[in-house]
């Protein structure tokens, strides 16, 4: 039997150096466009091949956007599945039927016998593993489709609660119809439910009003860049602005032949 021989045409591809793109942006998201939407806008301005993102915010939301680029794509879910924090306002008396501030209005109630002593005992019963059930309006796919699309349909399908966990619930200020709180919690839990959730307890309603996620994992609102000072830079100035891959590669992914640092 003759020995093989590779041949130029069949030779592996040889790795790739690290290009100076590869790696992790921090963007405070607006108000308005959707977590896509800030993607596709940093894909198009820096004409970059692969952009993706380490979690998404509601459309309303405002606040710590994780951008990962070209080779980061790969760890989107170590940054998905980091902790997080928020602050945000909810409105009591009034119940959407997305939970928040974009949602129609599906019921109306009196709230004037609230305390903020109330709404405190109210966030510390839902402190600790907790069950939630994704809203309609949401992201969540049930058979390969979008809830959000199926409610715009008129649908209402089950949905099966999941596990998340409250670390912190705290009130920092309150002024009714409005309660401003700070939340610290695990992947996967909807602040939005969390302030139904107070309204049902207390018998008036709420949904969120406004929301800022304030830090992701290692990263807080104070190292992010703003979706505006972004699309001004040119491309050796965004370069300078992202923290390369080797901070944050797992060893042994591969990088061109170089190890990164875990």
């Given at each position: 039997m003759k020995p093989f021989h590779r041949t130029p045409g069949n030779a592996p591809a040889p790795p790739r150096d690290i290009d100076p793109f590869d790696g992790v942006l921090i963007v405070n998201k607006p108000s308005g466009p959707t977590s896509h939407d800030v993607v596709d806008a940093i894909r198009r301005r820096f004409a970059l091949p692969k952009v993706g993102h380490g979690g998404t915010l509601d459309p309303q939301a405002t606040g710590i956007l994780v951008i990962l680029i070209g080779r980061a794509t790969r760890l989107s879910e170590r940054f998905m599945g980091s902790d997080k924090t928020y602050e945000g306002v909810m409105t009591l008396g009034i119940e959407t039927d997305s939970h928040d501030a974009d949602g129609a209005v599906t019921r109306e109630a009196d709230c004037s016998a609230v305390t903020a002593d109330k709404v405190q005992a109210a966030m510390d019963a839902l402190k600790g593993d907790i069950y939630q059930t994704p809203p309609m309006v949401s992201a969540v796919k049930v058979a390969g489709v979008p809830l959000y699309k199926r409610a715009r349909r008129g649908e209402v399908v089950e949905r099966k609660p999941r596990l998340v966990h409250v670390y912190e619930f705290r009130l920092t200020s309150f002024d009714l119809p409005r309660a401003a709180f700070t939340v610290r919690c695990t992947k996967g839990t909807y602040v939005r439910t969390l302030c139904a959730d107070i309204g049902t307890?207390?018998?008036?309603?709420?949904?969120?009003?406004?929301?800022?996620?304030?830090?992701?994992?290692?990263?807080?609102?104070?190292?992010?860049?703003?979706?505006?000072?972004?699309?001004?830079?040119?491309?050796?100035?965004?370069?300078?602005?992202?923290?390369?891959?080797?901070?944050?590669?797992?060893?042994?992914?591969?990088?061109?032949?170089?190890?990164?640092?875990?």
């Open positions: 307890a207390l018998g008036c309603g709420a949904h969120l009003s406004a929301l800022c996620r304030t830090v992701t994992g290692e990263f807080h609102l104070q190292r992010a860049l703003t979706l505006d000072e972004i699309i001004k830079m040119d491309r050796n100035t965004l370069q300078g602005k992202i923290i390369p891959i080797r901070q944050f590669a797992p060893q042994g992914m591969p990088t061109g032949g170089q190890t990164p640092a875990p």
